[in-house]
């Protein structure tokens, strides 16, 4: 039987679909493809998240760097004083540690949201890049009383403050995905005209389909090359409003971005952002990241989900607590037998799409009502408890009685009531 395989030791045990029409990597491009972390900006502008302490912050942009992320937004600094406080320590503390990421601030296209920024990297002695944003959308446009010649104007004020402070600078246009052609062609030409190094689209209330990804990018590179500008870089930044976050960053990859922007656990507004270790997650598994490690992956997010108070549900990929975790018979049982043969990336996949050793965790076989014995001669056996007849039946009973998952305090009481009955 003629098979597609992914290329593993699992060679010829798995059928891969996701990659029987692909023609060499995901992205078509020969520039290295980026990614940019958002969760210290956009993603504490949730309304159910807390600013993480400056120790918080550390830890974060640690992790975040030990993961090949390349660049880090690190904050609005017109936000406030403490804004410039926390942005100021942690590019030198980024400094003193060598992370070697880019800094990233966000800013409105106004002096002072630019100065602020410029004031900051002058300090530290490290060049931060800015991302200045405008809104560009028809919809945004009339609420404000905007004219073109209005954006236009303030787009190449902003490129002149940047290069006159020696700040490199992206281009942000808000709303992107709702912006008309004619709007953005010429917002994109006054960009590049004044020193705008990278195009951020930015699909900001969640709008769009992986079709208008397609589009919007392909218009984008298009036009770029059609300036004389094919070095100018893209961003794409995706919200999730439509929970199609993920699934349009990689398309965005695929259709020709290069730089690709997310929060851990997708933290954001409203729903939030595109899921950025999610992200990461998908192009691993497709093998797109085969020279990134990311074993720090769950230690990034669990590091937000602490610092942000933001509970991480049961059921996330990845990094949730059942992730991983399965009591339920026939699902155990195949586990185990896995198991039994010695090979943990044989266990790994067996009933699992995502190999959990290669994030870092690993199986969990479980006990409850829907388990069967092999579970608990698993459990026992794991622990260095004999699994007699008789206690694996005790337990099993007991399971089957039972409404949930049974926890390891649990089954260990159950145990010893078994013990101290014989």
Known sequence: MDRHVDDSPWDGLVYDWNRRNRRGPLSPLTRRVSFFDETLRDGIQSPSVKDPSLDAKREIIRLTASLGVDAVNLGLPAAGPRAVSDVTDLVRFAEKERLGIEYACAGRTHVDDINAIGDIADGCGAPITVYAFLGSSPIRLYTEDWDLSRLLQRTATAGNLCRERGLPWCFVTEDTTRSTPRVLDQLFRCAVEHGATRLCLCDTVGYVTPDGVRDLIAFTR??????????????????????????NNIVALEAGADRIHGTALGIGERVGNASLDQTLMNLKLLGELSGYDLRNLVPWCEAVSRACEVPIPPQYPLVGHDAFRTATGVHAAAIIKAMRKGDEGLADRVYSGVPAGLFGKHQRVEIGPMSGESNVIHWLSERALEPTRGLVSHVIALAKASDHILSDDEVLEHVRSYVGSG
């Open 222 to 247: 298009l036009l770029l090359e059609t300036i004389g500008a094919p070095e100018v870089g893209i961003d794409w930044h995706g919200h999730n409003d439509r929970g199609l976050g993920v699934t």
